[in-house]
């Protein structure tokens, strides 16, 4: 099949040498092919005029659909197909343009195209597919499900910096690159080491938490039990942002990069929406991390512990957790699931040094809509603001989608500061 | 305008003889009245006070057990904290809805149960912030020293003057996080006589100061009534309000559960078993546990604070 | 058309000589004249404009960011010119000073820093930028400073009309004819509704427009025209916005945002084996490395500029052997061999007096295809006319060229692109 | 290596138009963070505002280049009220979030496909400038002293910047030795004492908030003339934390602090960033590529913020325990 289609597109590529030779040395010409879904039209009379209305030639296209009309130079003509020399159930799909002014440079052809369509007598070109509301709902249908997709990124990011700011008081500046990290660990291991991604996103996750681990062992813990301010640990997560970012930008350069297996798959239809087996696939990982770390949070003595610490420190330290354990699972845990969500976003996107930086004011506006340090609130948040993100381009230009997430965040900021499922004395 | 002390507290004594001891009671003179005011955290009444009247010119104390409510009434009555229902007017005019500083403004002042001493700038400095009307407080009059320069020279003297009564003269160019405890307490009264207050209310004046420093700052307060002002002062230790007090009100759960002279109060069984059911029988509701975290980690804050 | 009157050209000479009176006194010249190794900076010498002796060419070329690609072969254009340029005994008897400076891309202020850089080393001509975006961002710069602009890229057509002072060249054609080649194309392909999706700057917006009026103008209809933020980090929205309106063939004008979007288009039902795609200069590129084989296959593309003859791309390889690609080293080439023939005509180095005969040198004389021959015609004080391997660059008034080659290619299997054919056309039709 | 280069070039970037830029930046912050100790994170809002006030008035409307400074302060205030409304009574961390996405609205607004034919996308606009370098004070020429030489144009932006630093510094020195300075001060510590003083902390906070807002559109203001020309990426969130780390280098809630941190950033950066091109290009340094020096530049800084933040939170100049680095 492959060697077929190969074939067919050297026929094309050989055919439009040869037609484009000749122009190039005849001079000017009109031409054109007639088809109607893709057949050839024949026995269409074609007649072109000059500018001011004096007759320059006709031609009728060929059993190829093929006609071409020499014009004595450069300048501007009138094309006209002659609708009565149609074959029947064959219309103009645009019945106001039989006619068309076309421009001829000097020393080149010109390409005219009329665009044929079936119809009936009357000449009304039945529609065509998948036009009008029904492609509007798709559209929608497809939005929903990409926001889905984002949210579920955002979640696991979110997640982390929810935890972390729950056990530790720190807004996490550098969380996005936590993504960006673990999507390039596994970038190496996919691609330097030779491992399928399946193997290396496992592999990348368990780094990633050793990553988160080591970080809270050897940084912050340390920083913290030197009594550092939180708004200098939040500055300092600045400064590690920018470090680890420029790090990733010296090591693998700022291009997009993929990884090897899964790039550009093919899409596949699931109702209305189009979508990829490697986007389904992750977004199936994506709900089942979740679900197990929302389970453990809340069935788990460590989940347990987790919050209680997330309540309250001090009263969890008095009541013997060891607040500083927790902590630093906390930090390898989020982490990790930070890891995960960049990988996904790496396989679902495309890796680069940005990538993470690019979604972190995303997991933000998650977790305040959500509640600051409330990690169910977080994950509600984040796929509200995920769909939120992708559905808001049917009203405002995709660009802006971003604007229009941050906005919200600053609206729901004025209203209820708490976040969706914050608690209001939590706010200063 | 010094006026004999004895007399003061025979005045407010006085006008509060003929009030009966019961919660809510109407007092002869009143500066402040409050009426139904509730405040909900999620679904706990941290605190629903039906009626209450502060006498002009008394020191008032309002007592209770840990979480009582009284820090959180505190905060509504100054604009801190809004209420969720309820009505309050001082000197007869409206303040729910009224902001901190507007209240403040108004001749209602208060001060925290930590104190909140700024300690980065120095004394002097504290007391020049609490002058009201400043002119050099535009930021365009800031400009030109020539606006402002005069107002601040009276100022300063007034500070001065207040700084001296209250024995912190000598700390006047000092910052004030080199103060102790103590001595914050006092400064922190000191800059809120600086504002020109009718009605001063003190959460906990006597928390975290060394027993030699009690009494003196007791002797402030006093003196404060003997300025013409009206005192009124959450302390949740009752031995320590018995000696000053003109007035007392006992706050339990979030509601005013009794009021009277301190003796009469003393003597309260329903105070009494309010004291000790908060301790020893009753569990502990959510309001009241969390109310104590917050007190256990304010105290953390300011230990961590001193170590700073 | 015609911005620059003649008149304003004399102008700017009389400016520039006056320049050259009023400015403080300089010391000597102390360049080196190592093709790469950067001037030392002259004390109190006097402003470029005013010219030092040594022509000082300063590469404007992207080392990073979007247009990555496109830098080594531009860098390799300017540095074959300059060593056969030096070759041939210079510019004015001096050798030829080459800068090379990073232009990076318009989300970084690198292009500003480079200018400043190499203002500071005075630059006389500025070779750059490839990005028609970053290109806006610096001209007033360096125009302001009475040096040369010249691009070998740049082909928004807004620079057609730009307030330039006269010192704006480029050997890049405007996207007026990569436009309507490529709309042609289209229309050749019997694709009736078409969708064009383009990165959003003055380079993406000047050829979809370009694009539109040529389809348009052939009887297709443009269903949807989206122009796209080149920094989003997905392109879900604006696939999903083309795949509403159904076209038959999508004009993806882009840089390197390709890698992103052919995914989303592949995963939306739109890849090449379903619509007609096509690339532009700015993304026909070799995805060998970024995509499984087939992705790519059947899309065509168009690039301007006519075919590198092969020892011409031998030579390139000599200065740098790791090249693979070939865009835009004929139009980098010419450019710097027109600066040092146009220095050379004026007799000055300065900015300003490359400017004003660089027009003259393009067309109307004694045809000639290299340095060395039409240096040895100016010699004998001829008017000359240099062909160059871009195409005859014959500059308009406004410092476009009048005429060029674009390419149209095809991808393979193997995701790279070869060549179908050659058009060739004057840019004002 | 071309030591002259390095060293000039060093010296010029910290008299240049980056210091004078980061100055005016860094003491809008200054007033923000280090007096009043508000976590601005937006400051690259308040330059974008003002470099696209005057850059649209001038390119887009055709309207007077003095019209367009007008507009640019008044855009500088609005921007600041409109932040400052649903912000300012907010905690710290949610402050910091709210206005790194404020700044970024502001961002992706002005490069947005929308408004192109207003804010010119994601090239940005030009030709504003001629207004601006038509008063030069300068006949064409390179100025200078040895090897550190500018172009008129050059000293024009960097007298008209230094006069504006100078005068910032002035009018921040009498500032915040008066009542008012006294009060923000005080809000920085503690806002719930200053309120229970009757002061309107909420004020305040504003006043600080457009004060510090309109040096940073000043700053703004020379970014876009200085390189006659916006462009939207660069009032990106890096601009914000160059500021952060000039102004806590130099010292916050000093008046110099940000003036000598900008300096000193600005030398050191370019010092180590031409160092290393010239090292790389003479084969000196050989296991890096030039192209990776620009990414070891910005390591440099985020590890020099840290560094700074953990050892010496009170920079050069200031004084530790006047720092708001432990509020919440």
């Known amino acids: ?428 | ?308 | ?429 | 290596m071309d030591w002259t280069l390095i060293f000039s070039r060093a010296v010029e970037a910290g008299i240049g138009t980056e210091a004078v830029i980061y100055a005016l930046a860094a003491i809008g912050l200054n007033i923000h963070f280090g007096y009043t100790g508000l976590l601005n994170f937006g400051q690259a809002g308040f330059l974008a505002v003002g470099a696209y006030g005057v850059a649209t008035t001038v390119a887009t409307l055709g309207l007077p280049f003095w019209l367009g400074i007008v507009i640019g302060l008044a855009a500088a205030v609005l921007f600041a009220l409109l932040l400052g409304i649903p912000t300012l009574r907010l905690r710290a961390d949610y402050l910091a979030i709210v206005t790194i996405a404020a700044a970024e609205i502001v961002r992706l607004v002005v490069r947005s496909v929308a408004l192109q034919g207003t804010f010119g996308g994601t090239d940005g606009l030009e030709a504003f400038s001629d207004d601006f370098y038509g008063m030069n004070i300068y006949s064409p020429g390179q100025y200078g002293i040895g090897p550190i030489a500018f172009d008129h144009r050059t000293l024009w932006v960097l007298t008209v910047g230094w006069i504006l630093v100078a005068a910032a510094c002035a009018v921040v020195y009498l500032v915040m030795k008066s009542p008012w300075g006294r009060v923000l001060k005080a809000i920085r510590e503690d806002e719930d004492a200053v309120r229970s003083l009757g002061k309107n902390v909420f004020s305040y906070k504003m006043q600080a908030l457009v004060f510090g807002g309109v040096i940073g559109s000043l700053a703004g203001f020379l970014f876009a003339l200085s390189r006659a020309a916006t462009q939207p990426d660069l009032f990106s969130t890096e601009l914000t934390f160059f500021a952060y780390t000039v102004l806590i280098l130099g010292g916050a809630a000093r008046v110099f602090g940000p003036v000598l941190g900008a300096v000193i950033f600005w030398c050191l950066l370019i010092l180590v960033k031409t160092g290393m091109e010239e090292a790389v290009n003479h084969q000196v340094i050989t296991f890096i590529t030039v192209n990776q020096v620009g990414s070891i530049n910005y390591m440099l800084v985020g590890l020099g913020l840290v560094l700074l933040l953990i050892y010496r939170p009170q920079g050069i100049l200031g004084d530790k325990r006047e720092i708001a680095l432990d509020a919440r």
Request: proline share 5%; glycine share 10%.
């Open chain 2, 1 to 308: 305008m010094h006026a004999d002390t004895v007399n003061r507290k025979a005045e407010a004594l006085a006008a509060l003889a003929s009030v009966p001891s019961e919660p809510g009671a109407p007092k002869p003179d009143p500066i402040l009245v409050v009426d139904n005011v509730v405040r909900r955290f999620g679904g706990l009444t941290a605190v629903e006070v039906e009626h209450v009247e502060i006498q002009r010119g008394s020191i008032t104390a309002l007592i209770g057990p840990n979480g009582a409510g009284k820090t959180t009434f505190f905060n509504q009555l100054t604009g801190f904290d809004t209420a969720d229902s309820g009505a309050w007017t001082f000197n007869g005019k409206p303040m729910n809805g009224v902001s901190a500083h507007q209240v403040a403004r108004r001749g209602m002042v208060r001060t925290f149960q930590l104190t909140k001493a700024l300690s980065k700038l120095t004394v002097m400095e504290n007391m020049r912030l609490g002058a009201q009307k400043q002119r050099g407080e535009n930021f365009f009059r800031a400009l030109f020293s020539g606006l402002w320069q005069p107002q601040e020279d009276e100022i300063t003297v007034r500070a001065e003057e207040l700084l001296e009564r209250f024995k912190l003269g000598a700390k006047r160019d000092d910052f004030a996080g080199s103060l102790s405890g103590g001595q914050r307490k006092l400064l922190e009264m000191a800059r809120a006589l600086m504002v020109g207050p009718e009605l001063v209310m003190l959460d906990e004046p006597m928390a975290g100061v060394n027993p030699a420093l009690t009494q003196s700052l007791l002797g402030h307060v006093k003196d404060l009534r003997e300025q013409g002002m009206t005192v009124l002062f959450v302390e949740h230790d009752m031995d320590m309000v018995r000696d000053i007090s003109d007035w007392v009100i006992v706050m339990a759960q979030g509601t005013v559960i009794a009021e009277g002279p301190p003796d009469t109060i003393m003597a309260d069984a329903r105070v009494i078993d309010a004291y000790l059911g908060a301790h020893h029988d009753a569990p502990l509701t959510t309001a009241e546990a969390e109310e104590q975290l917050h007190q256990a980690e304010a105290e953390l804050e300011a230990e961590i604070e001193e170590k700073a």
């Open chain 3, 1 to 429: 058309m015609i911005r620059i009157a003649p008149f304003g050209r004399v102008l700017a000479v009389a400016a520039a000589a006056s320049l050259a009176l009023t400015a403080c006194g300089g010391g000597e010249e102390t360049a080196s004249p190592a093709s790469s190794a950067p001037a030392a900076p002259a004390s109190s010498a006097p402003a470029a404009a005013a010219g030092d002796g040594v022509l000082t060419v300063g590469a404007l070329l992207p080392q990073t960011g979007d247009l990555a690609f496109l830098g080594p072969p531009e860098f390799a254009g300017v540095k074959l010119a300059v060593k056969e340029i030096n070759e041939a005994g210079g510019v004015l008897g001096k050798p030829v000073v080459e800068i090379d400076t990073d232009s990076g891309d318009t989300k970084t202020d690198i292009a500003s820093q480079s200018v400043d850089k190499l203002l500071q080393q005075n630059t006389d001509v500025v070779i750059g930028a490839a990005s028609s975006g970053v290109s806006k961002t610096v001209i007033d710069k360096i125009t302001n400073a009475g040096v040369v602009h010249f691009s070998p890229a740049n082909t928004s057509p807004e620079f057609t009309t730009y307030a330039d002072k006269g010192l704006y060249f480029r050997t890049a054609p405007s996207d007026v004819l990569q436009g309507r080649v490529l709309g042609d194309l289209i229309v050749q392909d019997g694709s009736d509704t078409v969708a064009i999706l383009n990165r959003q700057d003055s380079y993406g917006n000047g050829l979809a427009d370009e694009v539109e009026k040529s389809v348009s103008g052939g009887g297709g209809e443009i269903v949807v025209k989206t122009a796209y933020d080149p920094a989003a980090a997905d392109f879900s929205a604006d696939v999903a916005k083309i795949k509403e309106a159904n076209p038959k063939a999508i004009a993806l004008i882009a840089f390197n945002e390709t890698t992103k979007i052919i995914p989303e288009l592949k995963k939306q039902g739109l890849g090449p084996d379903k619509v007609k795609i096509y690339f532009v200069d700015g993304n026909l590129a070799d995805y060998s490395k970024d995509f499984p084989k087939g992705t790519l296959e059947g899309i065509k593309g168009t690039l301007p500029g006519a075919k590198a003859p092969d020892d011409f791309r031998q030579k390139l390889l000599s200065v740098d052997p790791a090249l693979t690609d070939w865009s835009y080293a004929p139009e980098s080439y010419d450019a710097t061999v027109l600066s040092a023939l146009a220095a050379e005509a004026a007799k000055s180095d300065a900015g300003t007096a490359v400017a004003s005969k660089l027009i003259d040198v393009s067309k109307g004389g004694e045809k000639c295809t290299d340095f060395a021959a039409c240096l040895a015609l100016l010699k004998e004080g001829k008017d000359i006319d240099y062909d160059g391997l871009s195409g005859p660059v014959e500059f308009s008034d406004a410092g476009d060229p009048s005429e060029a080659t674009i390419g149209i290619y095809q991808y393979d299997a193997e995701n790279k692109y070869a060549n179908i054919t050659y058009l060739s056309g004057k840019v004002a039709g």
């Open chain 1, 1 to 428: 099949m492959r060697r077929a289609v190969i074939a067919f597109t050297a026929f094309l590529g050989a055919l439009f040498i040869l037609l484009a030779s000749p122009a190039w040395a005849e001079g000017e010409s009109l031409r054109g092919t007639l088809q109607n879904q893709g057949q050839p039209v024949n026995g269409v009379k074609i007649s072109v005029t000059s500018g001011d209305g004096q007759p320059v030639g006709e031609a009728t296209s060929g059993a190829d659909g093929k006609w071409e009309v020499q014009v004595p130079a450069a300048g501007s003509y009138k094309v006209t197909l002659d609708q009565a020399t149609l074959p029947a159930g064959t219309v103009l799909k645009f019945k106001d343009r039989a006619t068309l002014s076309v421009q001829v440079f000097e020393g080149n052809y010109r390409n005219v195209l009329f665009a044929l369509a079936s119809g009936d007598a009357a000449g009304v070109a039945t529609p065509p597919d998948g036009g009008g509301s029904s492609a509007f709902w798709t559209r929608v249908a497809q939005l929903a499900f990409e926001g889905l997709s984002l949210g579920l990124i955002i979640a696991l990011g979110a997640l982390g910096i929810s935890l972390i700011f729950g056990t530790t008081g720190l807004t996490n500046f550098a969380h996005g690159e936590l993504l960006t990290v673990g999507a390039f660990i596994a970038f190496v291991l996919n691609s330097t080491f030779g491992l399928h991604l399946l193997i290396a996103t496992p592999l990348a996750v368990i780094v990633a938490a050793g990553f988160g681990y080591g970080q809270e062992r050897f940084f912050w813990g340390p920083l913290r039990n030197r009594k550092t301010g939180l708004v200098s640990m939040m500055i300092i997560s600045i400064g590690v942002a920018m470090f680890l970012r420029y790090l990733l930008l010296f090591l693998f350069g700022g291009e997009n990069v993929p990884y090897e297996q899964y790039v550009a798959q093919d899409g596949i239809k699931l109702g209305p929406v189009f979508t990829t087996p490697k986007s389904l696939i992750a977004m199936g990982i994506e709900i089942a991390v979740l679900i197990a770390v929302g389970l453990a949070l809340t069935f788990t003595r460590l989940g347990k512990a987790t919050r209680a610490v997330s309540d309250n420190p001090a009263l969890a330290a008095s009541s013997g957790i060891n607040v500083d354990r927790i902590i630093r699972i906390v930090w390898a845990m989020g982490t990790a699931v930070a890891g995960l969500a960049g990988i996904m976003l790496g396989t679902t996107q495309i890796l680069n040094f940005q990538m993470g930086q690019q979604v972190l004011l995303l997991m933000f506006a998650g977790v305040t809509l959500g509640g600051l340090g409330t990690a169910f609130g977080a994950l509600v948040g984040s796929l509200v603001v995920g769909m939120f993100v992708q559905i808001s381009t049917i009203w405002i230009p995709p660009e802006l989608k971003t604007v229009g997430a941050l906005a919200v965040l600053i609206l729901v900021l004025l209203v209820r500061p708490q976040g969706i499922l914050g608690r209001r004395e939590r706010i200063g």
